[in-house]
């Protein structure tokens, strides 16, 4: 499985961000997909989860601003991201848990700055 993320960049404090993730490989429908972003100095740290059969979960520091969503094209996971603050700069990683294995894209760059 391969995971490639993108949709990061530059945005000011309260505007909004999607990030998307294309992932390769048969097995994506059977995989917890999450987003996980990193802030500098920080440890990693699970922003949303989506599993196969639909339950999503989000940490307490997104809920109600960001959304995870199957996207429209096949084997895409989309981070939707509102109300933007300031501390949620941070690069995003995308993962896929699947059968325990866990697969890591690369991380997308998030900047909320004015």
């Known amino acids: 499985v391969q995971l490639q993320a993108s949709g990061g960049g530059l945005v000011q404090p309260g505007g909004s961000l999607r990030l998307s993730c294309e992932a390769s490989?048969?097995?994506?429908?059977?995989?917890?997909m999450a987003w996980y972003r990193q802030a500098p100095g920080k440890q990693r740290e699970l922003v949303a989860t989506?599993?196969?059969?639909?339950?999503?979960n989000y940490a307490n520091s997104v809920k109600g601003r960001f959304t995870i969503s199957r996207g429209n094209a096949k084997n895409t996971v989309l981070l939707q991201m509102n109300s933007l603050k300031p501390e949620d700069t941070a690069v995003y990683y995308c993962?896929?848990?699947?059968?325990?294995?866990?697969?890591w894209g690369q991380g997308t760059l998030v900047t909320v700055s004015s």
């Open positions: 989506m599993t196969s059969g639909g339950s999503l």
């Open positions: 490989g048969s097995a994506f429908s059977m995989a917890v």
């Open positions: 993962n896929a848990l699947i059968m325990g294995l866990s697969y």
